[in-house]
DNA sequence: TATGAATGAGATTTCATTCAT
DNA sequence: CATGAATGAAATCTCATTCAT
């Protein structure tokens, strides 16, 4: 039996933790929930972390530092805006609402009150970056001409609110009985909306 | 002095406890310290309430109650949609950044998981019936040619996301740093960016 | 069955810590056992004291006001140092050499570079108030043309140096095969020795 | 580079061990610190001593088979009682005032009780033979007509309380703001008051 | 011999809930 | 009806000690 070198350790614990945190959120897991299912001591868990915190904030910057550069590229060159909104739009839905990931806004709206280096933590981590972004798509968009808008902040958040929900429904209602959403198609319809607005078009010639 | 009536002394705890609640969430919030705030003993509130799920349960239904009916007219008539559906934006939007109201989505979604009845309850009384409220909105613009939409669900969607974001921004993110947003202003750039989306006019023609 | 007064749970509960403290030292001493001790769950012990250290604080506290006020009297008037001295010698041995007191120097001593708010208190509360009176003590006599004394601040060490060694040997040594010492006699050849010194009269004629 | 012998691997523990036991007291000191102040693993501490309790022992040990010794002349001869016993005074106190020895007395003061095989080592190898060293210098005066004394045993006492209370300020009370005191000066006093006494030479003429 | 890794057995503290008065 | 007092059941974190390599 190998002995299991420090990075397969750590990678162990915080899978088994991305788990119960998903089952039970962050004040609702025990440290001795996540030792046993990694399927080790919880006196081991304070070898690898130094604590609750730092195991969650690890987790959570585990998760974005793999996700975010996955969102959009790195440089936009001539492409179109829109395919690269609908891209990222339908990227972070799929990413948000799948279960392994789906913890991670909850945890942080919902408890974020009470753990105010949570919150700091994943406002400066993800929020800003992710919003960064989301900034960066529609500057591009407004700069081609393809995009018209008075207020790009305000935009972007509306364009995170619907991936957002998505992922919220999915994990909080859909268990309780809330009709089944399908992320892909939930994510079209969201960039439909967003891009081409709800007033009919003709209303305005 | 007259003795209190039970409904008066529910009330008082029931407003004591939404301050708790906003300052601490829920799994942040002690028996005790409703208690205290409600100027009471802690036995007391087992008087009135069966636990703190139960009190939770009825402090946002009162909310709620008192609130969806204010939120869009009972009958829409001959009201163009678009002024309907930017005054429900701007009346959800002041009314869940109101610190008296924010801890309701941010302790259903963060502890629905914990807690299943709540979320169920939730999603019952308020989801459904404020998605009910939005859906209506949409489906009479469309009705009167205002509105153009492929999956109307979807884009109500959109629409609340993007007020919720509002919500969590003012309570989770602000407290740690984010910069300051003003409900109202949000609200309307919200409405114009769902109203007439992204992409230039012109292009279309 | 009556209701216990706050004051006697208190006191109860210092009664059992007492005991405890006594037998096993201060970080040996845990809340269940001085909870067990007093008969009362360990959560109890929360409602009285802030914690652990709060609770040694307070009994030390009590121990302390109830003996320094008895350990001289207040005015001296013409009473004879030499006679005030010897009683407070006889004092504080007896005392101190009781095994209910006996754990207050034992645990500053032994564990007060572990908990620096103890030695902070102790220090203030204790050993400047006793050795205040003793200081007194030995002015008094000076000025009396009764004693003789360079340096009053360091015989007022000396004599409770050995007031000390008696407290120590007593509940340290003698349980682990030390030969036993009655502390009324060893307190008045403590006071012979200060009082006389060592050296024969006679020399210095 | 040779090869660690065994006796310096053990040294190099000891000497780390007196550093940390020094700062932290027994109850305070991990074998984590021992084991890092010695820049060897955990596991290898479990090599040379087994357990930090056979390790404090060994400690303890070593100081005092190295200070002893060095406390008195072996053969007084013709020497004055008095010189012997400043010297003695001064020797002990600068000793046990080194931050190096000073926690040996106040472990074994704090811990005794819950040592006891702790303390009986103690009371064995220093203390009896302390206070043999002691009671042949004061028999060594009165035999020369130099002292008189009726109970030579608790004059030791006293003696060794001024020493003890010397080491108990500088360690205990000192770093929480006691006045400092300047361990041979405080040395000439006390051998000063044990010598002559307070009791003015005149009165008895 | 040396060690990195692991752990069992606590320790303090918290809190929703109950109950005698 | 009201409450002061009590508690059982956790939860986080610690540390002396062991063992496979």
């Not at 440290?31 to 868990?45: N, V």
């Not at 500057?139 to 509306?158: K, L, N, S």
Request: proline content about 6%; overall charge negative.
């Amino acid at each position: 039996m190998p002995r299991p070198s420090v990075p397969t350790r750590r990678a162990d614990i915080l899978l088994a933790a991305r788990d119960v945190f998903n089952a039970r959120g962050y004040a609702g897991t025990r440290m001795d929930d996540i030792a046993r299912a990694a399927g080790i001591s919880k006196a081991a868990l304070y070898l690898q972390f130094d604590g609750k915190e730092a195991l969650f904030q690890a987790l959570v910057n585990e998760l974005i530092e793999t996700m975010l550069p996955q969102a959009a590229p790195a440089e936009f060159g001539d492409l179109p805006a829109e395919a690269i909104l609908r891209q990222f739009i339908l990227f972070m839905a799929s990413r948000l609402t799948q279960p392994e990931m789906a913890f991670v806004p909850r945890v942080i709206i919902g408890e974020g009150a009470n753990f105010p280096d949570l919150a700091r933590f994943y406002h400066e981590e993800v929020i800003s970056r992710g919003m960064g972004i989301v900034e960066r798509i529609v500057r591009h968009g407004i700069a081609r001409g393809e995009f018209a808008c008075d207020d790009p902040v305000q935009a972007c958040r509306t364009i995170i609110g619907g991936v957002l929900i998505a992922a919220i429904w999915k994990t909080t209602f859909e268990p309780v009985g809330a009709e089944p959403i399908e992320p892909a198609a939930m994510a079209q319809s969201h960039a439909d909306t967003i891009l081409n607005g709800l007033l009919t078009r003709t209303t305005t010639l």
